[in-house]
């Protein structure tokens, strides 16, 4: 049978990847051919992602796949994280930089938000997890401070729609990281026209939504030129990098929760239909577009952001590696310190270790010291939030969990996969790492006829790459330690 390639280009909030995929039957197999890091610039008191930057990366990872892999891939599909956009002119410029949603600016913009429509109508029209930077809320705090952005906009295209339009000169709004926005009507390829009204902005900007797998031309004569490839057909994958991550979960069955573990972890379960409940908005669940029609009923977790940002500050001093990080923490005291990880304190601070501290100040805990204490608190804290969300997802859906998959990078870190396990006392499946990038590979070749089903794609990964497993040990600490946590956490959240 002939080998097939597809290159995905799998961008994230710290850095992307361009991944060769080459499928042979039910056989995968993957090749990085470039890695990039990826940051936010603060420029004029504002941060930004340097979009520029990201499509000049994508286009070195197509050169190097055609000139030092020697692979003409059959397509290329581009997913990256969620809610962030650029606005386009009516002649074809981005009107400045896109905005980062850790910008400041939409520090208040959530509550001023509900003053114009409240949370109850607003989770109604959306179903979406109210975040503060929301596309809705981005879109809103440009709006109230008048940016004149808004009035050269002709159309709305979300990172991944950006680059797309990038290689291809076009317009169109991919469905699940438009459903990250807070602007579709739940489980629809709609747009919510009540909800951008009540943002300040034009229905107009907005762009047809078309579905994962939609083919949307060859790239440009100027991309081939410089890349040396020819009329390669440019997909439109799940673009949001969860979406494609969920599309390549190796899971049978039904009852069985997931982790994309990354910067954020993202928990959650596939549904047939959105779950639009006041009890799903009081536990601020989001609904967001999945593959074939399906609802990934989620909750944003603050995931390795904490110890990403920990780790950066600690390289100032000495370079750390994550092996000694993991080891340190392993050999340090369980429990002893606690936080929330979604605090708003956690969201962008200077400094996250004494951001951390100081909420164990506040919430009455002695204050960790080192980085080995630091990171304990961090991965405690982790396992017991995703046992505190499986509970949540459980009461939603009315099902039993039997196992959790942990996906994406996270998948790496054994330590905090066996307290995933413990915490939670189900098994654990880690695996894949790179299971954004498969998704986003697999989403190209049933594009282009080779897979038929999210069965089949599911049954390919299962195949091709082996999992590795985790058992609960140790379970009686973990109940003990879960109260002591709720109790931490109630008394600490403003």
């Not at 499928?23 to 993957?30: F, K, P, S, V, Y």
């Not at 910008?103 to 429509?117: K, L, S």
């Not at 900007?205 to 078309?210: G, P, R």
């Not at 340090?332 to 951001?355: K, Y």
Request: net charge negative; glycine share 8%; proline share 4%.
């Amino acid at each position: 049978m002939k080998e097939t390639h597809f290159l995905a280009f799998d961008i994230g909030a710290s850095s992307g990847r361009a991944i060769l995929g080459s499928l042979e039957g039910t056989r995968l197999r993957l090749k990085e051919v470039h890695r990039f890091k990826n940051q936010m610039m603060l420029l004029h008191g504002h941060y930004h992602w340097n979009i520029y930057s990201l499509f000049r990366e994508l286009m070195t990872g197509l050169a190097l796949c055609i000139r030092q892999e020697k692979v003409q891939p059959a397509a290329i599909g581009i997913d990256t994280w969620g809610v962030d956009y650029g606005l386009l002119t009516r002649d074809g410029y981005l009107a400045g930089l896109p905005f980062a949603y850790r910008d400041h600016r939409t520090d208040q913009a959530m509550e001023q938000f509900f003053a114009r429509m409240d949370q109850e109508k607003t989770y109604q029209l959306s179903g979406i997890q109210f975040m503060q930077f929301n596309t809705l809320f981005q879109l809103y705090a440009s709006s109230r401070d008048k940016l004149s952005v808004l009035d050269m906009a002709d159309s709305l295209l979300f990172t991944p729609d950006i680059l797309n339009w990038m290689f291809t000169g076009i317009r169109k709004n991919e469905y699940t990281i438009a459903s990250t926005s807070a602007l579709l009507k739940p489980g629809k390829a709609e747009w919510e026209t009540e909800l951008i009204k009540a943002a300040g902005v034009s229905p107009g900007l907005m762009e047809e939504i078309v579905l994962p797998g939609t083919i949307l031309g060859p790239l440009l004569k100027e991309v081939c030129a410089e890349s040396g490839s020819c009329e390669i057909p440019c997909v439109a994958v799940a673009s949001h990098d969860t979406a494609s991550a969920v599309a390549s979960v190796p899971a049978l069955g039904d009852n069985w929760a997931y982790i994309s573990s990354g910067t954020w972890s993202l928990m959650g379960v596939e549904s047939n239909f959105p779950v639009v409940t006041e009890k799903a908005r009081q536990l601020n669940f989001t609904n967001e577009g999945g593959v074939d029609g399906t609802t990934r009923l989620l909750k944003n977790i603050m995931g390795l952001w904490l110890i990403q940002e920990c780790k950066r500050i600690w390289d100032q001093d000495s370079l750390v590696d994550w092996a000694e990080i993991v080891e340190l923490s392993r050999e340090s005291e369980p429990f002893a310190f606690l936080i929330d990880p979604d605090h708003p304190a956690f969201l962008n601070p200077p400094d996250m270790q004494e951001a951390i501290r100081e909420y164990c100040r506040k919430s009455g805990q002695l204050v960790p010291v080192g980085k080995a204490q630091v990171a304990r608190c961090i991965y405690d804290s982790l396992a017991l939030k995703y046992k505190y969300t499986l509970g949540q997802l459980e009461e939603l859906t009315g099902q039993k969990l039997e196992r959790i998959h942990i996906i994406g990078g996270g998948a790496n870190n054994t330590f905090l996969c066996q307290l995933t396990a413990d915490a939670t006392g189900l098994p654990v499946t880690a695996g894949p790492v790179e299971a954004t990038a498969i998704g986003n590979i697999l989403i190209q070749a049933r594009a282009l006829g080779l897979v038929d089903s999210l069965d089949e794609m599911r049954s390919i990964v299962a195949a091709s790459f082996e999992p590795v497993e985790y058992v609960p040990e140790g379970h009686s600490g973990w109940e003990d330690a879960y109260l002591q946590w709720q109790l931490i956490t109630a008394r600490h959240r403003d």
